[in-house]
């Protein structure tokens, strides 16, 4: 079973930079797809960033420019570099895996999410 954990988290000031990342155990299949989501209070879960299985990468337009997905080879399978942050950016932020490489919507594991904060 995939666990994931996520790190890096935090509270910054509007055109600040985090980089959030993904340890993840249990990731034994051999192609999966990777994302990060996100959820601000009394909205849906958005995917905000994929890397397919063949190394696609794959941003939400409101993040492209800003944000860059990166899937890593050893402590964490996958981080998420932030920077020009805003206030509307500020959301709980997940790492999710989807060990069957389609990629679809349902087919994602989440983790249990850190949470980053943008003020003005």
């Known amino acids: 079973q995939v666990q994931l954990v996520e790190s890096g988290g935090g509270s910054v000031q509007a055109g600040g930079s985090l980089t959030l990342s993904c340890a993840a155990s249990?990731?034994?299949?051999?192609?999966?797809?990777l994302a990060w989501f996100r959820q601000a209070p009394g909205k849906e879960r958005e995917r905000v960033a994929t890397?397919?299985?063949?190394?696609?990468?794959y941003y939400v337009p409101s993040v492209k420019g800003r944000f860059t997905i990166s899937q890593e080879n050893f402590k964490y399978i996958m981080a998420l570099q932030m920077i020009l942050l805003k206030p509307e950016d500020t959301a709980m932020y997940y790492c999710?895996?989807?060990?069957?490489?389609?990629?679809?919507?349902?087919?994602?594991?989440y983790g249990q999410g850190t949470q980053v904060t943008v003020s003005s």
């Open positions: 999710a895996a989807d060990v069957s490489g389609s990629c679809h919507a349902s087919r994602f594991t």
């Open positions: 890397v397919t299985p063949e190394g696609g990468m």
């Open positions: 249990g990731l034994t299949a051999s192609r999966y797809c």
